[in-house]
């Protein structure tokens, strides 16, 4: 069982806007900044936003990023077939000096 | 730019220690963090931990007592073991970069912030007999 929440999957059809939530606690999301990481099938996990809402360069600005007390969310607006993939949310945790905690992920399935 | 490569062998027995070498190419070891995460067959993501260039370190707890992190920066390279293995360190494992930024002012509020912005392609570690 992962530390942070995320819905199993998503779906959307091409062009729409879908959402992914994240959820934590005070000592994770409540006190760091959230990362998100798209993960293409059969491939490394890729950076897709930092720091809660920044975009590394190349990364599309149909994906943004949000954080609000203990939950963070993603968004992909403009959905195309490439965005099938799993989602991974991430944060620091304090409780213990860390561990770097993740979410256990979210399939998107582009209808 | 930076490009991250995991080696080592794809086949360890139980209760053996599973080593992995991580090569940095393209630019320096120096002035960053590196890390470890895995990823079990089907299922998500699991930080293991990292290294500072200079030596020091930090583990996931719930791995601590078995993995050892190592940096060579004379090779560019930095290493990962794992004692004592069992089948459910059966995994892909990968290497990252972690670097860091400040948000704003830190004595006005700002603060530091953490991500991991390269990855090795992973390699596939097998746990049996």
């Known amino acids: 069982q992962s530390v942070l929440t995320q819905p199993p999957s998503a779906s959307g059809t091409p062009g729409q806007r879908v959402a992914i939530s994240c959820s934590g606690i005070?000592?994770?999301?409540?006190?760091?900044?959230v990362n998100w990481y798209q993960q293409l099938p059969g491939t490394a996990p890729k950076l897709l936003i930092y720091?809660?809402?920044q975009r590394p360069s190349g990364v599309p600005d149909r994906f943004s990023g949000s954080k609000s007390g203990t939950s963070a969310s993603l968004a992909i607006s403009g959905l195309r077939s490439e965005d099938e993939a799993d989602y991974y949310c991430?944060?620091?945790?304090?409780?213990?000096?860390?561990?770097?905690?993740f979410g256990g992920g979210t399939k998107l399935t582009v209808l | 730019q930076v490009q991250l490569q995991e080696s080592g062998p794809g086949l360890v027995k139980p209760s053996e220690t599973l080593s992995l070498t991580c090569s940095v190419s393209?630019?320096?070891?120096?002035?960053?963090?590196w890390s470890w995460i895995r990823q079990p067959p089907g299922k998500g993501l699991e930080w293991i931990g990292y290294?500072?260039?200079?030596?020091?370190?930090n583990y996931n707890p719930s791995l601590k007592s078995r993995v050892t992190i190592s940096v060579d920066t004379s090779k560019n390279q930095f290493s990962l073991k794992l004692s004592s293995v069992t089948a459910a360190d059966t995994a892909v494992y990968y290497c990252?970069?972690?670097?860091?930024?400040?948000?704003?002012?830190?004595?006005?509020?700002?603060?530091?912030?953490?991500?991991?912005?390269?990855w090795g392609k992973g390699t596939t570690v097998t746990v049996s007999s």
């Open positions: 005070s000592s994770n999301i409540g006190s760091n900044t």
């Open positions: 720091s809660n809402d």
């Open positions: 990252a970069r972690r670097s860091r930024g400040v948000r704003g002012i830190l004595r006005f509020g700002g603060y530091y912030y953490n991500y991991m912005d390269v």
């Open positions: 393209g630019g320096s070891i120096s002035s960053y963090y």
């Open positions: 991430a944060a620091w945790d304090d409780s213990l000096n860390g561990p770097e905690v």
């Open positions: 290294i500072y260039y200079s030596g020091s370190t």
